[in-house]
């Protein structure tokens, strides 16, 4: 049994550079993270500056994950998105030409 699959690709296209432009800012993020946590471990002497250092090396570990699976997310998402295009075009071609003065009517 076959089901409907209904695709907003306008909607689709808007979630793909949102996506996108959040892997980008959470790689930003991580560059920031890793520079600050190093900062930290110079600023501070002893054990609290190593502490302080490996929490701000594993939290830009943890950002730049979250940011490369965001972005392999988007992707995906770009794939599909582009397969649902020629998709639609192909349907689309396959059509032909209403009659002229009749108003297309969506289902």
Do not use: K
């Amino acid at each position: 049994m076959s089901h409907l699959i209904s695709v907003q690709l306008d909607a689709l296209g808007a979630l793909l550079a949102e996506l996108t432009a959040l892997g980008v800012e959470l790689g930003e993020e991580g560059q920031l993270a890793t520079a600050t946590g190093r900062s930290l471990g110079t600023a501070l002497a002893g054990p609290v500056g190593d502490a302080a250092a490996t929490a701000g090396a594993g939290w830009a570990e943890v950002v730049d994950v979250l940011a490369a699976r965001t972005l392999a997310v988007a992707v995906t998402l770009d794939a599909a998105l582009e397969s649902y295009r020629r998709a639609d075009a192909g349907i689309a071609g396959q059509l032909g030409p209403g009659r002229v003065g009749s108003v297309a009517v969506p289902r």
